[in-house]
């Protein structure tokens, strides 16, 4: 049996907690396989993925077109991997704490890489 998506938003944003429910059962592991894709581990994916529903039913009554509710979930579970990937990079040092000569070589770096960045 397949549930139509936007009699399920109608019914989750009058407050019908199982229909929100039954969503999330229609998705969730074409949400996690993306994230796990993604990622490239398992448990994390499953994390992103319950961000990803929570997000998506904080932000429900946002959709202006219930029959896209498919794309503008994966969106926002592709957007849950980017922010989890942003986080996981090494994290900043000071440039206080940086000896001057590897922070001009760093500068001198990055300038170079994008003054001679030809496409």
């Known amino acids: 049996m397949k549930n139509d998506d936007a009699e399920l938003i109608e019914r989750s944003l ?5 229909a929100f429910a039954a969503l999330m ?3 969730q592991k074409q949400v996690h396989a993306l994230a796990w894709r993604k990622i490239g ?3 994390i994916a499953e994390e992103i993925t319950q961000d990803t529903f929570l997000k998506a039913y ?3 009554a946002t959709l202006k077109n219930p029959k896209l509710f498919a794309g503008w979930l994966y969106v926002i579970a592709n957007r849950q991997c980017i922010a989890w990937l942003q ?14 000569a590897e922070l001009e070589e760093l500068a001198y770096s990055q300038y170079a890489e994008k003054s001679f960045d030809i496409h």
């Open 41 to 43: 581990d398992f448990h």
């Open 87 to 100: 986080k996981k990079r090494l994290p900043m040092e000071s440039l206080e704490a940086m000896p001057t």
């Open 14 to 18: 009058a407050g019908d907690q199982g």
């Open 25 to 27: 059962r229609k998705y």
């Open 58 to 60: 904080q932000k429900l």
